[in-house]
């Protein structure tokens, strides 16, 4: 069955510094997508990464990137220059493409708070 | 592309009322997927539907929960009689290809169920 782990409940970091947060992920499927989605205080779901098992390099969407290491089943998110802004709930995520389920199941989160 | 609409944003209702909560997909998505956010069990997926067949129910927490597809736009999500642990963020999301390349969400409606 697959399975997401977030293991940072909560993280501090200094304005302008990059941050990692951590995913590892299991799944027995060949084929499967990775995803990060944002949650600010105001409650929406913003969709920032994806990231492909076949894909030969790390996905990248302006300061977000995927550090996506398949042998370890791990999908960090790095957030370069952190902003006030990046202060929110970060959720990893992952879909199997070949199950008959077919679902996006999300991890637990990690709460990323900036500070000036 | 006004995105996927929930309504309402917020509903406060009391214990044993119908509750109904609507979803509009965005134009051209085909596949609809209900999650509902708590504290304790974070974001877990309800039912999906693809082409406006249910896929999957199988996170549906109990009978008094169902969920229909009457046309390719459009969702209800209904709980009756509603019960207070059903107080959470209800989420709605569409995609094209069954959700391959991640969704879009709605902007949720907060239930409290007093």
């Known amino acids: 069955a697959q399975k997401i782990t977030q293991t940072q409940p909560g993280m501090f970091v200094q304005e302008k510094e990059a941050v990692t947060l951590d995913c590892t992920y299991d799944t027995s499927d060949p084929s499967y997508g990775l995803f990060w989605y944002k949650q600010p205080s105001s409650g929406e779901m913003i969709f920032l990464i994806y990231q492909g098992s076949y894909d030969q390099q790390n996905a990248t969407e302006g300061r977000y990137s995927l550090n996506f290491q398949k042998a370890r089943k791990s999908a960090n998110l790095v957030i370069s220059a952190s902003q006030l802004g990046d202060s929110a709930m970060y959720f990893c995520a992952m879909r199997e493409i070949y199950s008959s389920a077919s679902k996006i199941i999300f991890g637990s989160g990690t709460r990323l708070s900036i500070r000036p | 592309d006004a995105g996927v609409i929930q309504s309402p944003r917020h509903e406060v209702t009391e214990m044993g009322q119908e509750v109904t909560l609507r979803c509009k997909l965005i134009s051209g998505h085909n596949s609809l997927f209900w999650y509902r956010q708590t504290m304790m069990r974070g974001l877990e997926l309800l039912i999906y539907?693809?082409?406006?067949?249910?896929?999957?129910d199988s996170g549906m927490p109990e009978d008094r929960f169902s969920a229909k597809m009457p046309n390719a736009s459009f969702s209800t999500l209904k709980i009756q009689p509603s019960e207070p642990r059903d107080s959470a963020v209800y989420f709605c999301?569409?995609?094209?290809?069954?959700?391959?390349?991640?969704?879009?969400f709605g902007s949720g409606t907060r239930l409290t169920v007093v």
């Open positions: 999301a569409s995609s094209v290809d069954r959700g391959l390349y991640g969704y879009t």
């Open positions: 539907f693809n082409n406006n067949v249910p896929i999957d």
